[in-house]
């Protein structure tokens, strides 16, 4: 006995795939820091997008994410960063904080922000220190802030 299996899409189906996941490109923040190591600052450069159905970290949109890089080639010297987002939607006035720590040869990131619809101000802040033995040796401070509407 043979069976064929013919699939038919109209009406009442269903697409597993969405149309359309690219999130919005918003801006590119300068958020530059002194560098721990005794070399010179570290540039590091925060994009943020904004209309984002399927955040990073998993959770329901809308969100906006913040995702920072000093797009240096790696070298031999280890950083480690904490990296704070405060956040505060303008037109609700909800307000919340994200923390996330990280480790690496370069500075590289990404916060998720779960502010509600509307427009949102923010304020990024790093601490980036050197790994020599010990985690965040000579820590080196910095901030800058945006705004994108969710």
């Not at 999130?23 to 005794?38: D, G, Q």
């Not at 609700?92 to 502010?115: A, E, L, N, Y």
């Not at 304020?123 to 969710?150: D, E, H, W």
Request: glycine residues 10%; proline residues 10%.
């Amino acid at each position: 006995m043979v069976a064929t299996v013919i699939g038919v899409v109209g009406p009442g189906s269903a697409n597993a795939i969405p149309d359309y996941t690219e999130p919005n490109y918003v801006t590119t923040l300068n958020c530059t820091s002194a560098n721990p190591w005794p070399a010179g600052p570290v540039k590091i450069r925060v994009d943020v997008f904004n209309n984002i159905r399927f955040p990073a970290d998993g959770l329901p949109g809308p969100a906006i994410a913040l995702i920072g890089t000093d797009r240096a080639k790696p070298v031999a010297l280890e950083y480690t960063y904490d990296i704070t987002v405060s956040w505060r939607n303008l037109r609700t006035g909800r307000t919340g904080t994200v923390f996330v720590p990280g480790r690496g040869f370069t500075v590289k990131w990404q916060v998720d922000i779960h502010p509600g619809r509307g427009p949102v101000a923010f304020t990024i802040k790093q601490k980036l220190g050197a790994l020599a033995f010990n985690p965040m040796v000579n820590p080196q401070y910095s901030s800058c802030s945006g705004r994108a509407t969710a």
